[in-house]
């Protein structure tokens, strides 16, 4: 099972959790992605590309679902504006063993950080704004699991 | 040929998408790039420091050195930060 959505609403985490649990493996593992409140920031606006974007997540998660034999698998991710504390993206996977959900969950999140087409501008408290700049812990959080045989 | 700006490029340049024809002598990105920062002082500031962009060829991630050969949509952008 691969589920995937790019959506501006919010996302029922037990829900999407439940789905997993039903297929009969032995581990869920998830991650939820929340806004930070840094700096004084209002407003985290997502903005992605129409066409590619969702692809790339489908791509991703057929990807991690091959690589770890997994049972089920779902990706989730926000776009609009969102304020700090608000879950912006979610990822979870089901396997027959916990090793396999656990290693494709943390892969998933790292790669759709590199990977998948979206830009983030921060709105502060002074009105001011500025587009969140790619970090090189990202890459190579991301380029590990290349590395490591993907 | 459409070409879509996203992010600070979209802001700088003022449009998110505009239809364009470039000359027979633009055979690749970088040249595309190169030949649409001349359009206005907005293009040119999105467009002048190609380490800064990343583009996409008919949606699939491209280098700058990729020929354009037949593309019908080229997107050019910053870094991805997704996640």
Redesign the interface.
């Known amino acids: 099972m691969i589920h995937v959505r790019l959506q501006a609403e919010v996302f029922d985490v037990g829900a999407e959790l439940a789905r997993l649990d039903a297929l009969g493996g032995g581990g869920v593992a998830s991650f939820t ?1 929340i806004v930070r409140g840094d700096d004084g920031l209002t407003e985290l606006l997502l ?1 992605h ?1 129409p ?2 974007t969702l ?1 790339m997540m489908q791509a991703l998660a057929e990807e991690a679902a091959q690589r770890w034999n997994l049972l089920g698998v779902v990706v989730i ?1 926000r776009h609009g504006a969102l304020a700090p504390g608000a879950p ?2 979610f990822v979870a996977t089901a396997a027959k063993h916990r090793g396999a959900a656990l290693e494709a969950c943390a892969s998933l ?2 790669r ?10 921060e709105t502060l408290a002074d009105g001011g704004q500025r ?4 970090r090189a812990s ?1 890459d190579e959080a991301a380029a590990r699991w290349l590395r490591d045989g993907g | 040929m459409d070409i ?1 700006y ?3 490029v979209r802001e700088r340049i003022g449009t998110d998408h505009e239809k364009v024809d470039p000359p027979g002598n633009v055979r690749d990105l970088r040249g595309l790039i190169g030949w649409l920062a001349a359009r206005s002082a907005g293009h040119e500031s999105a467009l002048s420091d190609t380490s800064r962009l990343r583009a ?1 060829i008919d ?1 699939q991630f491209a280098e700058l050195d990729a020929p354009l050969a037949g593309a019908r ?1 080229v ?1 050019i ?7």
Request: aromatic fraction near 14%; hydrophobic fraction near 45%; glycine fraction near 10%.
């Open positions: 992605g903005e590309h066409g590619m692809a991710h912006i993206v999140i790292d759709l950080k590199t990977q998948a087409p979206f830009w983030k501008r587009w969140v700049e790619p990202d | 879509l996203f992010a600070w996409a949606q949509e997107a952008f910053p870094p991805v930060t997704g996640g």
